[in-house]
Structures are given as C-alpha cells and as structure tokens.
C-alpha cells in the first residue's frame, strides 16, 4: 500500500515516541511498523522543503525574490557556424536551506523508507537536500501532465496556490506597480501588517498541500494520510469537507487519519 504523509504525519509516524501523549500514538506505532515490515510504503511531498521549510514570516520575502535562472552555453559547429544553447531553470541558490531539526527529521524519514514525490513548479528552488535522487519515488510512476492538471483544478476552485495569488492581487490593487509583466510572487514582500504576512504564512501551507494532493494522484498512491480536517487555514482549504468530497468524486482520492489507515492494514 502506497501512502503519502503530510508534514506533520509523517513525524508521527517515523518517531511514536516522540508522541506519546497524542491520542493516536498507539495507531503512530502500528502504522510505524507497518512500514517496517513492508506493508505500507511511505512517501512525502517534496514541497514539504522547497515550501513549508522557509519560515512562517519569511516565506513573502523569499516568493517574491524567487526568479528563473537562464544560462547559455555557446560552441563551434559546422562550418564555422556557433550554436548556442539556452537553458531555463530555477535559482537554487535562492532557497534558504532546510533548519538543522527539519534535516534531521527527513533524514530519520527516508532511512526508515520514506520517498519524496516530485512537485515541480517552473522556477521553484530546491535546497541541496533535494539532490539526490535516490530519495525520490521511481520517476515511472508519476505522470506530470496529471499533477498539472490536478493542481490547476484545484486553483480554479479558490484552493491551493490560488489563495497566495489572491492576496498578491490584494497588494497589487492597493499599490498598482508600473512593471504590469513583473510575477505575481514579486508584491508578496509587502505585507501591509503582520496580519498579511500570516495570511501568506497560511497561503503557502495551502499551496503546499495542495501540490502535495497533486502529487500523490500523479503518482497513482493509494491512501493520504493526515490529520488535518482543513479547519484552520483562515480560508478555504483543500483537505475541507467540502474539497474532500470533489477530490473524491473527481480524482478516486482517499484520505484517512491515522486511525483510518490502522482499520484499513488490518
């Protein structure tokens, strides 16, 4: 059974102990052993580094800094002709890197068997800890035109990264900026309040868990395991009742608690 954890899941799950008092731990440790022995094969989002990794307050600041990379390489052809070649990337050195705690609990994660999925976004920084890509799923299971289309579907209902969007248009109209062709990302740094700059803190986690949502359907999984019931997010969320039930219906996606996933390996 393929099951992808959210970023506080997959914690529980990798190290009980550290949970005891959580009223699941008993259902942490089955799900724990599970993977030991094989049943369950964990996975996580990527964007569990490249987006929920950069700090709450920060994270307006690091988007609108964010900018592709084109670099060109030029050689002699035939003929005393030059071909050049021009790729498009993103800026990893942009990325501020993983917190010491964080990198030691993906690495925990992915020693007891957790994979990421890829979530890839054009222009999207991933830290040095992404590099290896032994600690991906087999790049053959995932469909990336489903991951597009699942994640703009998504965005067309107001979830997801549409809610970062959102509050970028919120800046733009309160100060109109002369570079109209400039990414939206870039006003995310002017935040009117503190207020704002928590409203994007949430928007991201949002974006977040939505192209993990994308991800795990891309990768045809079976089960994603959290205890998020969508109820915190200040706006709309993706793992809402009301989103569930489209994702269901939509996509055949199951979601299931800790609990639910123990019912479901016995």
Same mark, same amino acid.
């Given at each position: 059974m393929k099951v992808t954890f959210d970023s506080n899941m997959y914690r529980r799950v990798t190290d009980p102990s550290r949970f005891s008092n959580d009223?699941?731990?008993h259902a942490f440790v089955s799900i724990h052993e599970a993977i030991q022995d094989g049943r369950v094969q964990p996975f996580f989002s990527a964007t569990i580094v490249t987006l929920e990794a950069v700090a709450r307050d920060t994270r307006g600041d690091y988007l609108s800094n964010n900018r592709v990379k084109v670099e060109s390489d030029e050689r002699a052809g $035939?003929?005393?002709? %030059?071909q050049v070649r021009m790729t498009i &990337?993103?800026?990893n050195d942009l990325h501020p890197g993983l917190p010491e705690i964080t990198e030691r609990w993906l690495t925990a994660a992915i020693n007891l068997g957790f994979r990421f999925l890829a979530a890839p976004r054009i222009g999207q920084p991933r830290p040095a800890f992404l590099d290896q890509q032994e600690r991906?799923? *087999? !790049?053959?299971?995932?469909?990336?035109?489903?991951? &597009?289309?699942?994640v703009r579907a998504i965005e067309d209902r107001g979830l997801g990264i549409a809610q970062a969007r959102a509050i @970028?248009?919120? %800046?733009? @109209?309160?100060? *109109? #900026? *002369?570079?109209? +062709?400039?990414?939206? /990302? /870039?006003? !995310?740094s002017e935040a009117a309040d503190i207020h704002e700059t928590r409203a994007i803190a949430r928007a991201v986690a949002e974006w977040s868990d939505a192209d993990a949502i994308g991800a795990h359907i891309a990768y #045809?999984?079976? %089960?994603?395991?959290? $205890?998020?019931?969508? #109820?915190?997010? &200040?706006?709309? +969320?993706? !793992? +809402? *009742?009301?989103?569930r039930t489209w994702l269901s219906s939509e996509y055949g996606l199951v979601i299931c608690s800790a609990n639910e996933l123990v019912s479901r390996l016995q």
């Open positions: 009223p699941a731990h $035939e003929g005393g002709s %030059i &990337g993103p800026d991906f799923a *087999p !790049l053959d299971w995932v469909d990336f035109e489903v991951f &597009g289309a699942v @970028a248009n919120t %800046i733009i @109209a309160r100060d *109109p #900026k *002369p570079n109209a +062709s400039a990414h939206w /990302s /870039s006003v !995310l #045809k999984c079976d %089960i994603f395991c959290t $205890e998020d019931l969508g #109820k915190s997010a &200040g706006a709309p +969320s993706v !793992l +809402s *009742p009301e989103a």
